[in-house]
């Protein structure tokens, strides 16, 4: 059974950044696009990023580009989402996922981690 491993999160002033690390196995990781999710209270998870099997595309949300920066290093089976000047808004649990090849969903799912910014 494919496991996910968040770690990374915590609390942090507006401005500032957190890394968000993912520990995967490495046939889940070259086998999957890698996600990042995040979820607040009475919403739903909503993709934050996104990087293919290869690591050489990408995606963004609107809210984060500019601002988050997702890697992968298949040498130590890692996903990692670079956070810098994080706001309020961006406080939620965030996930890692994972997709498999020619897969349309995210089917495997880290148990969370908390971020949380303070204005």
């Known amino acids: 059974q494919a496991q996910l491993v968040e770690s990374g999160g915590g609390l942090v002033q507006a401005g500032g950044s957190l890394r968000l690390s993912c520990a995967a196995s490495a046939r889940t990781l070259s086998l999957s696009t890698m996600g990042w999710f995040r979820q607040t209270p009475g919403n739903e998870r909503d993709l934050v990023a996104a990087?293919?099997?290869?690591?050489?595309?990408?995606f963004y949300a609107d809210s984060v580009k500019g601002r988050f920066t997702i890697s992968r290093d298949s040498r130590v089976n890692m996903v990692y989402l670079q956070m810098n000047n994080l706001r309020p808004e961006d406080t939620a649990i965030y996930y890692c996922?994972?997709?498999?090849?020619?897969?349309?969903?995210?089917?495997?799912w880290g148990q969370g981690t908390q971020v949380t910014v303070s204005s």
């Open positions: 996922a994972a997709r498999p090849r020619y897969s349309e969903s995210y089917d495997t």
């Open positions: 990087i293919g099997w290869g690591g050489r595309n990408t």
